[in-house]
Antibody, heavy 123, light 111 residues
Framework: EVELVESGGGLVEPGGSLRLSCEASGFTFRTYSMNWVRQAPGKGLEWVSS????????YYADSLKGRFTISRDNAKNSLYLHMNSLRAEDTAMYYC????????????????WGQGTQVTVSS | QSVLTQPPSVSGAPGQRVTISCTGS?????????VHWYQQFPGTAPQLLVYENNNRPSGVPDRFSGSKSGTIASLAIAGLQAEDEADYYCQSFDSSLSGWVFGGGTKLTVL
């Protein structure tokens, strides 16, 4: 069974940094592209970033403007999201999500989701 | 403002059929990119419901069906059940934004 377990969320002050982690199990992690999707309180879903199976291709939502960095360690079956210069509007539940393919493709869908880790940016 | 537009809410009585629309544009649905649908219960993570316009993952009842025409995709739920009460999101790719986009979500209420 596919399992994605996020960690690393918490309360951080504006301008601060945080690193989210996602530990994957139940499937061959190195053969899937992975993503981060977030959901602000009471709001809809927002795609954040995608990385292909070999870390060769990485994509970010324009709204992030270089503040976030996605990475993965296939040897540790783990996905990461480094978040810098955090703002109040980054407050959200952050989900680790598996894509349907190894490559990051326009037609990909998000077939497995973790339970999420909450990030709150506030002073 | 979401790139894909969904009605904020829909409702129906048990046993009825409801549809949820997802309206896009020429840079996403109208460009031929596939549409996928997710179901989210309160306090839980979304789950894939329909992929590539009209395909269901194993375990999803055939009461759920998807379709797409032009710039509009739709999710139909037949034989409504109380357990279908949830939020539903459509998702596609947008070439102008070079990224994956979601609809704003639709809350389904079973009367």
């Amino acid at each position: 069974e596919v399992e994605l377990v996020e960690s690393g969320g918490g309360l951080v002050e504006p301008g601060g940094s945080l690193r989210l982690s996602c530990e994957a199990s139940g499937f061959t992690f190195r053969t899937y592209s992975m993503n981060w999707v977030r959901q602000a309180p009471g709001k809809g879903l927002e795609w954040v970033s995608s990385i292909d199976s070999s870390s060769s291709y990485i994509y970010y939502a324009d709204s992030l403007k270089g503040r976030f960095t996605i990475s993965r360690d296939n040897a540790k079956n783990s996905l990461y999201l480094h978040m810098n210069s955090l703002r109040a509007e980054d407050t959200a539940m952050y989900y680790c999500v598996r894509s349907s393919r190894a490559v990051v493709a326009a037609g990909n869908w998000f077939d497995s989701w973790g339970q999420g880790t909450q990030v709150t940016v506030s002073s | 403002q979401s790139v894909l537009t969904q009605p904020p809410s829909v409702s129906g009585a048990p046993g009825q059929r409801v549809t949820i629309s997802c309206t896009g544009s020429s840079s996403n649905i109208g460009a031929g990119y596939a549409v996928h649908w997710y179901q989210q219960f309160p306090g839980t993570a979304p789950q894939l419901l329909v992929y590539e316009n009209n395909n269901r993952p194993s375990g999803v009842p055939d009461r759920f069906s998807g379709s797409k025409s032009g710039t509009i995709a739709s999710l139909a739920i037949a034989g409504l059940q109380a357990e279908d009460e949830a939020d539903y999101y459509c998702q596609s790719f947008d070439s102008s934004l070079s990224g994956w986009v979601f609809g704003g979500g639709t809350k389904l209420t079973v009367l």
